[in-house]
């Protein structure tokens, strides 16, 4: 039995469909990809949000602090209740950063101004009972920097450092996956830009 060979005309022919229909594809593979990656964040920033949790426990019902990532080794840490030896959950998948999250500066750090700059590194700021409205209370975002706060993050100004990076940009920013203080996690809602967005979903009261 004869078998025909492709003619160079027919290879080109195929490699030309391929190339047409990977074409087609390729839109829908990234977005399954990114949503890969927001979904991966979200299970990383509840699981920082469980090992937040227990730490709080443990230390009077303290915020964390801006240096939660630290080795378990180190007091603020809160990898010593997170199985997550590398610790890699820091990270955004999206970002290759060293860490891809950051603390609430109005719930976690101390001002430098305030001489009580020692103790950020020991506990938060804010007791977490004493927060209104916990499930409206940014814990943690995707930042670049270690801090959300006045000088590192403003909506209405181009980004001093890279930030809500999650879907396509509206304005000057996309969204953000975002850790509430009472333990949830969800991407940041539409007025989270509003004109007093700092009092409303930053500052604990």
């Known amino acids: 039995m004869k078998f025909s060979k492709?003619?160079?005309i027919e290879l080109l022919i195929v490699i030309s469909v391929f190339s047409i229909l990977l074409s087609l594809l390729q839109p829908s593979l990234l977005r399954v990809l990114k949503k890969s990656e927001e979904l991966h964040c979200?299970?990383?920033l509840k699981n920082i949000g469980i090992g937040?949790?227990?730490w709080s426990e443990d230390n009077e019902d303290w915020s964390i602090t801006a240096w939660w990532h630290f080795s378990k080794d180190k007091n603020p840490s809160i990898?010593?209740?997170?199985?997550?030896?590398?610790r890699e959950i820091k990270k955004c998948?999206?970002?290759d950063y060293e860490r891809g999250y950051a603390t609430n500066y109005y719930i976690t750090s101390y001002s430098e101004s305030s001489n009580n700059w020692?103790?950020?590194?020991?506990?938060g700021?804010?007791?977490l009972y004493d927060i209104s409205s916990p499930e409206s209370k940014v814990y943690l975002m995707d930042h670049r920097y270690f801090l959300v706060a006045g000088w590192s993050y403003d909506p209405f100004k181009e980004p001093r450092y890279d930030t809500r990076w999650h879907g396509e940009p509206i304005g000057l920013y996309g969204k953000s996956n975002v850790l509430w203080v009472d333990g949830h996690v969800s991407m940041n809602p539409d007025d989270f830009d509003r004109p007093d967005y700092w009092r409303h979903y930053f500052k604990p009261n």
Not at 80 to 85: L, N, Q, R, S, T
Not at 118 to 123: A, D, E, P, R, Y
């Open 118 to 123: 020692l103790w950020s590194v020991q506990h």
């Open 93 to 95: 998948p999206s970002k």
């Open 79 to 86: 990898f010593k209740y997170i199985d997550d030896e590398d």
């Open 125 to 127: 700021k804010t007791k």
């Open 52 to 54: 937040a949790q227990l």
């Open 6 to 8: 492709f003619t160079l």
């Open 42 to 44: 979200k299970q990383n």
